[in-house]
């Protein structure tokens, strides 16, 4: 056997959606900003992303994270996300998991019943708080970077289905979509079409308009489309699924998705500052978020969303590359 490159993680999941935290032989990342960073790996690292995210080591679902030092004076540490198709600007159950794994494999050190992380993201600044009973932690909290209602009732005409779309950013951008609209529930035995369905509307919109961050240019174009449905637990505010990336599928309700659905439900006067929005999810997991504040992007009218949800870490990993193997880089399928 020949080892060309080891590889080490430590894999969690948020109600189902995985994230692959790799700890161990990632090379120097350049940047001094975490877009900078992002951009970087973009052009420099993508092989990682491949051999970590990609068949046989990962899966078409699998999500990734390298823990950076900060970028900024006053953060902890940084974050830089993976997927199927690429790299992220945000991953909400990602900080989530990371901030999970960090305390209880003593990572990050912390102090009193409730700590405070200051995290770096290519979005921007993520305030997130963990709440834990000795070494295991009970939930975890964020709030999130600004989020905004880009456009509204945007048209959409498919395959002689006409319905239209909200627009909103949670540190990525979102179309948002009712299900009823193709006759659909979130549940796993429609899944299928509304896979096709999110493709479909994804690549729509990139077709007829660009959808920018009115401040940073490198948060740009459809991340992912929110597909809404009443709520099958009780408790429960709605029920979602994302499809994002190359048609990858959000198995957790989506902390980004779940900030931009708070920032349309609160432009159209349907959730109020302080009021509980539960977020449901195609495996029954749930999100808890929060208009925290009112604030301006530009000319956007925002708010700052706070979610909250729990992960468990599923394994440790080792994962070598065999120069020898031709599939050593990895691949896709579905």
Not at 5 to 16: L, P, R
Not at 123 to 150: D, T
């Amino acid at each position: 056997m020949k080892v060309s490159k080891i590889y080490t993680t430590i894999d969690a999941h948020v109600a189902g959606e995985p994230l692959r935290i790799i700890t161990g032989g990632v090379p120097e990342i350049k940047g001094e900003t975490q877009l900078e960073r992002r951009a970087y790996c973009m052009k420099h690292l993508d092989y990682l992303r491949e051999v970590l995210m990609y068949e046989p080591r990962g899966h078409h679902g699998m999500y990734g994270c390298i823990i950076t030092p900060p970028a900024s004076a006053h953060a902890d540490f940084g974050v830089l996300f993976m997927h199927n198709e690429g790299w992220s600007t945000m991953c909400g159950h990602g900080i989530i998991a990371v901030i999970t794994v960090g305390i209880e494999t003593g990572m990050f050190e912390v102090k009193g019943e409730k700590q405070k992380f200051i995290i770096d993201s290519p979005a921007g600044e993520v305030v997130a708080y963990a709440k834990y009973n000795g070494s295991e932690v009970e939930s975890v909290s964020f709030e999130n970077v600004p989020s905004f209602v880009y456009k509204k009732d945007v048209p959409i005409k498919i395959d002689n289905y006409e319905f239209q779309v909200d627009i909103a950013f949670g540190g990525a951008f979102y179309a948002v979509v009712d299900c009823k609209e193709f006759g659909l529930k979130v549940d796993f035995k429609d899944l299928p079409a509304i896979q096709t369905w999110g493709n479909k509307i994804k690549h729509y919109i990139e077709s007829k308009m660009e959808v920018k961050h009115p401040l940073e240019e490198g948060l740009k174009g459809i991340y992912g489309v929110i597909f809404s449905d009443e709520p099958k637990e009780k408790g429960a505010t709605l029920r979602n699924v994302t499809i994002f990336a190359d048609g990858q599928v959000d198995r957790s309700p989506c902390g980004t998705g779940t900030s931009a659905r708070i920032a349309t439900l609160f432009e159209k006067d349907a959730l109020q500052k302080g009021e509980m929005f539960v977020h449901e999810c195609i495996t029954d997991g749930k999100f808890e978020g929060e208009v925290l504040s009112v604030t301006l992007v530009d000319t956007y009218k925002a708010v700052v969303p706070k979610v909250t949800g729990h992960a468990f870490i599923t394994g440790f990993h080792q994962f070598v590359v065999d120069p020898r193997d031709d599939l050593n880089r990895g691949f896709l399928l579905g």
